[in-house]
Antibody, heavy 118, light 106 residues
Framework: EVQLVESGGGLVQPGRSLKLSCAAS????????MAWVRQAPKKGLEWVAT????????YYRDSVKGRFTISRDNAKSTLYLQMDSLRSEDTATYYC???????????WGQGVMVTVSS | DTVLTQSPALAVSPGERVSISCRAS??????MHWYQQKPGQQPKLLIY???NLASGVPARFSGSGSGTDFTLTIDPVEADDTATYFC?????????FGGGTKLELK
């Protein structure tokens, strides 16, 4: 059974940093691209970043480029999102998602809440 | 970025057929996917590449379209289908979602 479990969320002040983790199990992690997708309270889904299976290529939405870094450790089957210079508009539930090679998201974690507020 | 436009809400009676539309601001070939999200839950993949049913999804769900106009159809609708439905395109390397269509049952 595919499982994705996010951790690392919480309350953080504007301008500070936070690192999210996503522990994967039930599939060969190194065979798949992975992504982070977020959802602000009462809002729609917003793709944040994608990393391909071996970590050699990454993609970001414009609003997080230069502030967020997606990475992975295939030996630990873990996905990360380092978030720096956080802004209030980054407040959202962050979902880890497995990405098929045609870049749809076939499995999702339960999500972790990130609140950016002073 | 490719903008995906969905109608915000629909209301139908159980047993009816419902079609949820998604229009892309530019052509995305067949790289359109559909998700269901119930309150307090993570999204769930329903349809991938316009018309392919994801594993474990009931055959009541179907998808169609190509280019800029896509449709998710539920026939017949059941009470458990109350949810928000999102489309997502992966034609380019800036993936985008539609704003979601909230489906309510009468």
């Amino acid at each position: 059974e595919v499982q994705l479990v996010e951790s690392g969320g919480g309350l953080v002040q504007p301008g500070r940093s936070l690192k999210l983790s996503c522990a994967a199990s039930g599939f060969t992690f190194s065979d798949y691209a992975m992504a982070w997708v977020r959802q602000a309270p009462k809002k729609g889904l917003e793709w944040v970043a994608t990393i391909i299976y071996d970590g050699s290529s990454t993609y970001y939405r414009d609003s997080v480029k230069g502030r967020f870094t997606i990475s992975r450790d295939n030996a630990k089957s873990t996905l990360y999102l380092q978030m720096d210079s956080l802004r209030s508009e980054d407040t959202a539930t962050y979902y880890c998602a497995r990405s098929d090679w045609e870049y749809y998201f076939d499995y999702w974690g339960q999500g972790v809440m990130v609140t950016v507020s002073s | 970025d490719t903008v995906l436009t969905q109608s915000p809400a629909l209301a139908v009676s159980p047993g009816e057929r419902v079609s949820i539309s998604c229009r892309a601001s530019e052509g995305v070939n067949s790289y359109m996917h559909w998700y269901q999200q119930k309150p307090g839950q993570q999204p769930k993949l329903l349809i991938y590449k316009a018309s392919n049913l994801a594993s474990g999804v009931p055959a009541r769900f179907s998808g169609s379209g190509s280019g800029t106009d896509f449709t998710l159809t539920i026939d017949p609708v059941e009470a458990d289908d109350t949810a928000t439905y999102f489309c997502q395109q992966s034609w380019n390397d800036t993936w985008t979602f539609g704003g979601g269509t909230k489906l309510e049952l009468k």
